[in-house]
């Protein structure tokens, strides 16, 4: 029998490929030994024995016919509906036969439940649309061993070339991407709360690539009771710079004694010394009017108060239906970025999931054993397969990390960017897998998790 795919995720409209539910016709010649007045009765049977377990779906989730028995229409066919559930990966056959006569029945083609979702590319620079493109086949690829099916919409050019990306979030006191303010600024135009021009939404996640992206964030420090006009402070973080911009690191710097107000002293902080994971930020008050001669006084002292602009490197984030990477990164390691991100927004990975027993009634939930969120490295939920407990540093209050355990891949899910992560970047066949083929994908879900929210 030919095998059908079924997008049981997307709205029906007018074609009978998309939806949980499909009508079926059947001449009254198709059905053996029908006759005029006979009732024909339907029933819907598993495809292969993959199917989801139905634990984990909901009586009303579960495979089956809308009536039981039929009579002939005036339309000269026998007509029913099989309702599908919203899983990918299952395969249904539906049989009819003359009512008590079923081992003379007829079946259906194979129909095979498909969740689709599709995805429009901006890319910052040609460098970043060959290196997405290289990587494209994996990308689509890692999801359909989830039944979901990727479909690209457009691939648009940024509005601006550039080396590197501030993907700043701006929280304060609105929500703003100030990177998505448009032209003349902006890298990219794509409207927040929906008022863009994104189609098939909320199944729409919109995907900027970029040769390197950065968020930052402020760091405020105020100082009281000093004397010394000359110092330094470290700070365990680099600090923000731009070559066009000699005070982008600091958005103030100020100090005050009794008597005086509050004075700009931006320009005694000096640019400061980054490496890697630290900051040194000096300042040399001495010119500052008024201060030495305050300070002449033993007693004496003066406040002041400066906020520093954090530099954050970062491989990427996911935000509602919007995903941003960079293409810094190896191929392994971006592609991971990729379907770690989508995944995230596809509810990827659960901590638990509600079953239901033969009847329908609820059973307690069943925990995921491999979930684990940022206590034990990274943040929100992420899946340690393959991964092994150890040390952490400084600031896990668990006090252990999840790292490589030094056998098998990990999955696409693992907490952070690490070269033992599934090459094509794929989901982890014993845990994180089956539950992609189970995630509800229809509108009210996806419109839970805000698909609709860019463009």
């Given at each position: 029998m030919a095998i059908i795919k079924q997008y049981v995720n997307l709205p029906s409209g007018v074609t009978?490929?998309?939806?949980?539910t499909r009508t079926l016709k059947l001449r009254p010649n198709n059905i053996p030994n029908v006759g005029n007045g006979d009732r024909v009765e339907w029933w819907v049977e598993p495809g292969w024995a993959t199917n989801t377990d139905e634990i984990y779906l909901s009586q009303a989730q579960r495979a089956r016919v809308r009536n039981a028995?039929?009579?002939?229409?005036p339309s000269g066919f026998f007509e029913n509906e099989v309702i599908f559930p919203h899983v990918g990966g299952d395969r249904w056959v539906v049989k009819a036969a003359k009512k008590g006569d079923r081992a003379n029945s007829v079946s259906t083609d194979i129909f095979e439940t498909w969740r689709k979702i599709y995805y429009t590319v901006f890319y910052v620079g040609n460098n970043s649309l060959n290196f997405f493109n290289a990587l494209e086949n994996d990308f689509q690829d890692a999801f359909k061993l989830g039944y979901v099916e990727l479909e690209n919409t457009t691939k648009t050019a940024a509005l601006t070339v550039v080396a590197k990306v501030d993907g700043t979030i701006v929280r304060n006191p609105g929500l703003s991407f100030p990177f998505m303010a448009g032209a003349?600024?902006?890298v990219i135009d794509?409207?927040?709360?929906?008022a863009g021009t994104l189609t098939n939404k909320p199944y729409n996640v919109a995907i900027l690539v970029a040769p390197d992206i950065y968020k930052t964030s402020q760091v405020a420090r105020q100082e009281l009771g000093r004397r010394a006009v000359v110092g330094s402070t470290v700070y365990h973080h680099p600090m923000f710079t731009d070559p066009g911009n000699a005070t982008a690191w600091i958005s103030q710097g100020q100090v005050r004694w009794p008597g005086k107000p509050w004075t700009n002293v931006i320009p005694q902080f000096s640019l400061p010394t980054n490496t890697r994971h630290n900051s040194v930020v000096r300042w040399d008050f001495s010119t500052v009017p008024g201060l030495t001669n305050h300070l002449a006084t033993a007693a004496n002292t003066y406040e002041m108060r400066y906020t520093v602009v954090r530099l954050h490197p970062i491989m990427g984030y996911s935000f509602c239906n919007f995903c941003?990477?960079?293409?810094?990164?190896?191929l392994t390691e971006v592609l991971q970025t990729f379907t770690h991100e989508v995944g995230h927004g596809l509810n990827q990975a659960v901590e638990k999931e509600p079953r239901w027993d033969t009847n329908g009634a609820s059973l307690c939930d069943e925990h995921n054993p491999r979930w684990h969120t940022d206590v034990y490295g990274g943040r929100g939920p992420h899946c340690h397969t393959n991964a092994v407990l150890g040390a952490a540093p400084p600031g896990l209050t668990s006090g252990q990390r999840y790292r490589y355990g030094g056998a098998g891949n990990l999955c696409t899910m693992y907490w952070s960017g690490e070269s033992h992560v599934d090459p094509k970047g794929k989901f982890c066949p014993s845990h994180c897998e089956p539950r992609l083929k189970r995630v509800k994908l229809d509108t009210a879900s996806m419109n839970a998790k805000f698909w609709n929210y860019f463009g």
């Amino acid at each position: 029998m030919a095998i059908i795919k079924q997008y049981v995720n997307l709205p029906s409209g007018v074609t009978n490929i998309h939806g949980t539910t499909r009508t079926l016709k059947l001449r009254p010649n198709n059905i053996p030994n029908v006759g005029n007045g006979d009732r024909v009765e339907w029933w819907v049977e598993p495809g292969w024995a993959t199917n989801t377990d139905e634990i984990y779906l909901s009586q009303a989730q579960r495979a089956r016919v809308r009536n039981a028995e039929t009579v002939i229409q005036p339309s000269g066919f026998f007509e029913n509906e099989v309702i599908f559930p919203h899983v990918g990966g299952d395969r249904w056959v539906v049989k009819a036969a003359k009512k008590g006569d079923r081992a003379n029945s007829v079946s259906t083609d194979i129909f095979e439940t498909w969740r689709k979702i599709y995805y429009t590319v901006f890319y910052v620079g040609n460098n970043s649309l060959n290196f997405f493109n290289a990587l494209e086949n994996d990308f689509q690829d890692a999801f359909k061993l989830g039944y979901v099916e990727l479909e690209n919409t457009t691939k648009t050019a940024a509005l601006t070339v550039v080396a590197k990306v501030d993907g700043t979030i701006v929280r304060n006191p609105g929500l703003s991407f100030p990177f998505m303010a448009g032209a003349p600024n902006g890298v990219i135009d794509l409207a927040p709360s929906g008022a863009g021009t994104l189609t098939n939404k909320p199944y729409n996640v919109a995907i900027l690539v970029a040769p390197d992206i950065y968020k930052t964030s402020q760091v405020a420090r105020q100082e009281l009771g000093r004397r010394a006009v000359v110092g330094s402070t470290v700070y365990h973080h680099p600090m923000f710079t731009d070559p066009g911009n000699a005070t982008a690191w600091i958005s103030q710097g100020q100090v005050r004694w009794p008597g005086k107000p509050w004075t700009n002293v931006i320009p005694q902080f000096s640019l400061p010394t980054n490496t890697r994971h630290n900051s040194v930020v000096r300042w040399d008050f001495s010119t500052v009017p008024g201060l030495t001669n305050h300070l002449a006084t033993a007693a004496n002292t003066y406040e002041m108060r400066y906020t520093v602009v954090r530099l954050h490197p970062i491989m990427g984030y996911s935000f509602c239906n919007f995903c941003l990477v960079r293409t810094k990164d190896g191929l392994t390691e971006v592609l991971q970025t990729f379907t770690h991100e989508v995944g995230h927004g596809l509810n990827q990975a659960v901590e638990k999931e509600p079953r239901w027993d033969t009847n329908g009634a609820s059973l307690c939930d069943e925990h995921n054993p491999r979930w684990h969120t940022d206590v034990y490295g990274g943040r929100g939920p992420h899946c340690h397969t393959n991964a092994v407990l150890g040390a952490a540093p400084p600031g896990l209050t668990s006090g252990q990390r999840y790292r490589y355990g030094g056998a098998g891949n990990l999955c696409t899910m693992y907490w952070s960017g690490e070269s033992h992560v599934d090459p094509k970047g794929k989901f982890c066949p014993s845990h994180c897998e089956p539950r992609l083929k189970r995630v509800k994908l229809d509108t009210a879900s996806m419109n839970a998790k805000f698909w609709n929210y860019f463009g």
